[in-house]
């Protein structure tokens, strides 16, 4: 079984700051890992997504995510902030099967400040 | 660029009747998924399908949930009674060779 714990709930931050949203994950399998962000009322896009090779990956809208095998996390930055990255970010994992589902965390919601 | 499409976006209904959230995956995937989302939580797995059969399926997808892909290209989510409880945004997903599920923009079931 697969579970995906984000560490932080509520972050908020100001415009043009740094910002690290927190993901660890219990897997007794190999997994996939991803970054979603959900703007109110929409679905889930996809930020990133570790598969496999450099540790570091990036994604779109500036954010980064490193995966730490050791630690077995898979946090997220961004550098400098904007007022539009206000939204709902999700960590998940996902088997490597072909049929294998996500498993999601809670989520952090991320409020940039002006 | 295609993505997977959701029908209606949102969903009213009585409690007791039955609902069916339809789902129009990426054209050559083989792999498909429901989710849901109660208002405020995390997103949960409801199912997987593939090859015309359920691949997993979890605790929440009792017996008054079905699922069926009727045609080529159409894939559905089916709740036979629907309860208060069953009100939530469901996600459609959908898997080809590579390793990404793309997800559908979601029907908001509401149940009254």
């Known amino acids: 079984a697969q579970s995906v714990t984000q560490l932080d709930s509520q972050v908020p931050v100001f415009e043009e700051a740094p910002v690290e949203l927190r993901c660890n994950y219990s897997?007794?399998?190999?997994?996939?890992l991803f970054w979603y962000v959900q703007y109110p009322n929409q679905g889930l896009q996809l930020l990133l997504k570790?598969?496999?090779?450099?540790?570091l990956v990036k994604g779109i809208n500036g954010f980064e995510a490193e995966f730490n095998k050791s630690q077995t996390s898979f946090h997220l930055r961004k550098p400098s902030v904007h007022i539009s990255d206000t939204a709902e970010y999700f960590c998940a994992v996902r088997k490597r099967t072909n049929a294998g589902k996500s498993t999601f965390g809670d989520g952090t919601t991320l409020t940039v400040k002006p | 660029e295609p993505e997977v499409t959701q029908t209606p976006s949102h969903q009213v209904t009585q409690m007791g009747q039955e609902v069916i959230l339809r789902c129009v995956p990426i054209?050559?995937?083989?792999?498909f998924y429901w989710y849901r989302q109660i208002l405020g939580q995390k997103v949960e797995f409801l199912v997987s399908?593939?090859?015309?059969?359920?691949?997993?399926k979890s605790e929440i997808f009792d017996d008054q949930f079905s699922v069926e892909r009727p045609d080529g290209s159409n894939f559905t989510l089916k709740i036979r009674s629907t309860k208060l409880e069953d009100s939530a945004m469901y996600f459609c997903?959908?898997?080809?060779?590579?390793?990404?599920?793309?997800f559908g923009p979601g029907t908001r079931l509401t149940v009254l």
């Open positions: 570790y598969l496999s090779g450099s540790t």
């Open positions: 399908f593939y090859n015309n059969e359920i691949s997993e």
């Open positions: 897997s007794s399998v190999s997994v996939y």
């Open positions: 997903a959908s898997k080809g060779d590579g390793d990404e599920q793309f």
């Open positions: 054209s050559n995937h083989l792999y």
